[in-house]
């Protein structure tokens, strides 16, 4: 929700001692001037009911995740989890649930917000559906103190 209008390309990249920058995901979209994406609505993904991570989180705390995802085709990737300040994925899951509705309270104890270290993250919800939307659905930022 803070990017400029103009085009733009979202890819998940991975690497490892084989392959190094594998694009798993890339996917072009467009942020028109009232500022939210564009592109395809008959087959779009959403978040109700989401945690909302509070600005600061007490170190060996939990945060319950909750919300559901819902999606006009069915769901094929879905990546709730942490990422440390320099984007590296900490703490989550991703899973291919298959369908056009996920509860994410299902993933709750996958998100170990309870064994973070201190300091800077983002908590993200991610999405793919079959029309191959891709779609940031939550990113807040917070710090384990």
Not at 32 to 59: E, F, M, Q, R, Y
Not at 111 to 136: E, K, M, P
């Amino acid at each position: 929700n803070t990017l400029p209008a103009g085009n733009y390309v979202y890819a998940v990249i991975a690497s490892n001692a084989a392959n190094s920058n594998y694009a798993l995901v890339s996917k072009k979209f467009t942020v028109g001037n009232g500022g939210s994406a564009t592109g395809s609505t008959s087959d779009t993904l959403k978040v109700s009911g989401g945690t909302s991570v509070p600005s600061t989180v007490t170190k060996g705390k939990g945060v319950a995740v909750r919300g559901t995802v819902t999606s006009s085709s069915n769901i094929t990737s879905l990546t709730v989890g942490v990422y440390d300040a320099n984007g590296k994925f900490v703490t989550g899951s991703t899973i291919a649930p298959n369908a056009t509705s996920y509860n994410l309270s299902r993933l709750d104890s996958s998100v170990r917000f309870d064994q973070l270290a201190a300091g800077n993250y983002t908590y993200r919800v991610i999405a793919t559906n079959g029309g191959n939307n891709s779609s940031t659905l939550v990113s807040q930022s917070f710090t384990v103190k």
